[in-house]
């Protein structure tokens, strides 16, 4: 099996030759996945070398001529470093583009904290209008990214990450997908965290949602799965910033009384290396951190 | 509106292309450059930007005049030259000559950073025909214009010109260098930065702006900012292979 990363250049190198409206622009990472493009569209795989603020702006640019740029990176420098300009430079001029970072949380855990990007879903929440895709599996990337490629004029995010489930689901670039059913709660789990919630959850009475389109939120489905639970105890498993979509599924569940339970990446640095099971166990999102802290939750409803 | 000046009509200039000519044309209902001043008077509230908004007049003149293909006409044509206000703060120059041009009424200006209007303190492209980019935040215009430059070139439009306007002072933003290395080493030719020098920035530039361009690759004239032949030249001047900054110095600011 590819990685999310792999499947993004040859999904990419496709569409590329279907749609003449698509440009790729990189910032001397992932350039390799895109040397065969390069040969053949010239002017639409561009590699403006290591300058992160003139990759959004170029795709800004790109844009303002009527072409649809997908912008590539590690998520550090994809959306934290060059920030104002992913504001300014698509929001505010009014036009759209994609971007698809690599990274994650902690892809690369030996590589340290300036490799890691938990907040990059938070930060673009302060930003209007963009749609955040989070795949769980390279088969989940290439289906979301095409959604994301004919996705008109919008913005959207594609986060890429090396974790992945075991299985890919059928998704649809736009609504959670119910997996189990129960009464005692709801459980979302995105993206990547969903075998973990599945194993944590195992034996409990709650429904599990997956997600891996978080913006928009779907608040119908998690209206749905609350309202035929017992109660609004809603639990969410990001594999970024905790409590990252607390905000989101309140607005959903504010006309009802319920609680919420954002799990995620910890805002305090580890500052360790190391695996990427060792910073899933560090932060709770191993199986069995999350299922003291579901189970725990749950059953601690008056 | 008053009508055109014969001397104005006289310096137009029409560049053979994809139909999109230059300036109004002769007849049109644009103003001449005497009335900008009565133009630039209509707005108030913005005075702290005064020396800015006035150290691009001439230069923004002599562009919208006499070189870039571009009118209200066309302004959605995708085969129009682009102007990009990277400098987006002092922007009465700019609303001025817009103005004149016929890309809005004249009656918008009193209204200058209102609430009802859509005139701001800086420059918002979905709120004001003609205006390619909304800026004010430095740093945005040449990196935006560099990918307008490349998103013409992909689609095959080799023909329109993109202009970008940055302060000196505003080339101190590293975003710009990551746009003027690039654009350079690419040899992005129809690309064209105009720099108004009015020595504003904190620091200034050890050899001069012009040694940072020709540094990256980029062909560079340097002219007196309130001269407009001199300006006309510079920014017709031939380039090829190569971007062309044009660096037009103009009084100090506070002078």
New interface residues.
Partial sequence: MDTMRERFASVTSGLLEEDPRLAVVLADIGTAGFAEAAQRHPDRVVNVGIREQLLIGVGGGLALTGLRPILHTFASFLVERPFEQVKLDFGHQGVGGVLVSAGASYDWPSGGFTHMAPGDIALLDTLDGWTVHVPGHPDEAGTLLRHAAAAGDDKVYVRLSVQANAAPRTVDGAGFLTLREGRAGVVIAVGPMLDNVLAATEGLDVTVLYATTVRPFDAAALRAAAGAAEAADVVIVEPYLAGTSTRSAGEALEDRPHRLLGLGVGRQELRRYGQIDEHLAAHGLDPQGLRERIAGFVRGRS | MTNLTTTAARDRTTVPGDGVPAGRGPGADGAPFTELPRLMGLMTGDEKHGPAATSTLDALWVLYDRVLRVSPATAGD?GRD?FLLSKGHGPMAYYAVLAAKGFFPAAWLPGFGGYDSPLGHHP???LVPGV???SG?L??G??????????????G?TEPAVWVLIGDAELDE??NH??L??AG?AGLERLHTLVIDNSSATHGWRGGIASRFEAAGWSVTTVDGRDHQALHDAFTAPHPGRPHAVIARVEPKGA
């Avoid at chain 2, 040449?142 to 689609?155: D, I, M, Y």
Wanted: no cysteine; charged share 20%.
């Fill in positions: 995708p682009r918002d492209r979905l390619e980019i909304g935040s740093g945005h040449l990196p935006l214009a560099v990918g307008t430059a490349l998103g013409l070139r992909a689609q439009r590293g975003s990551e746009a290395a690039y080493a």
